[in-house]
């Protein structure tokens, strides 16, 4: 049997739906696997649209897709991406340590869980707030089953938001399901290389519409107050 070649995966194929439902009620050991899979693939779609694809150049399949890459980890795709101006610090932080707790898991050589120091430890320093609109509306679609759009979302003094995200893997869930929305929105923001050639060329104009099924009923930035 052919040996399967790795991949980025597309936005497209990263359904946000199905990673909160395994993050919120799966094992500990998926939930770590699929937030780091999720996190990582995300940023790789990124580069991926902006980078030339030219193969004598190795990219974008051979730098993203190579095992020995210089943009095949998780870590070197989201510095990558931080150099480039395609993320804030806060979100690089974050997807660096969601990095290190799935590594965690993958290759501890004995089951472990997010009561494990280590995971723990990575977990606390985890941006993640619910002192935000939209981070609350986030967290409500995540652990409220997308209930945002009945009822209005009130972000939360800061005491209680640390209160409601104090246990290593709330935190985490949420921390991965922000880090992956902000990536994802991202692509948005930014023009691939074969946009930009075309305006070049042909005067060609216009923002690139969103995917249908890809808008997040969960994510609702003008949340009430």
Not at 158 to 170: G, H, K, V, Y
Request: overall charge positive; proline content about 6%; glycine content about 6%.
């Amino acid at each position: 049997m052919a040996k399967k070649k790795r991949r980025v995966i597309p936005f497209e194929e990263l359904v946000p739906r199905a990673l909160i439902n395994s993050m919120r009620d799966g094992p500990d050991l998926a939930c770590a696997l699929l937030g780091g899979a999720y996190v990582e693939n995300a940023a790789g779609a990124l580069l991926e649209k902006i980078m030339i694809n030219d193969p004598d150049a190795n990219g974008p399949n051979g730098v993203l897709n190579d095992a020995k890459g210089i943009l095949s980890t998780a870590s070197a795709r989201v510095d990558m991406c931080y150099c480039l101006g395609l993320i804030d610090q806060v979100t690089r932080k974050n997807a660096k340590s969601i990095a290190k707790v799935r590594n965690a898991f993958a290759h501890s050589h004995q089951p472990i869980d997010f009561n494990n120091e280590e995971v723990k430890h990575e977990c606390k320093d985890l941006h993640a707030s619910l002192s935000d609109p939209g981070n609350v509306a986030v967290f409500a679609g995540m652990f409220g089953g997308l209930s945002t759009s009945i009822r209005p979302i009130k972000p939360l003094d800061p005491i209680t938001s640390e209160r409601l995200l104090s246990n290593a893997r709330d935190r985490f869930v949420f921390a991965a399901c922000w880090t992956f929305l902000v990536l994802h929105n991202a692509i948005y923001a930014v023009k691939s290389h074969k946009d930009i050639h075309d305006e070049l060329m042909f005067g060609r104009k216009g923002p690139t519409p969103l995917p249908s099924g890809l808008t997040f009923l969960f994510l609702k930035k003008d949340a009430k107050k």
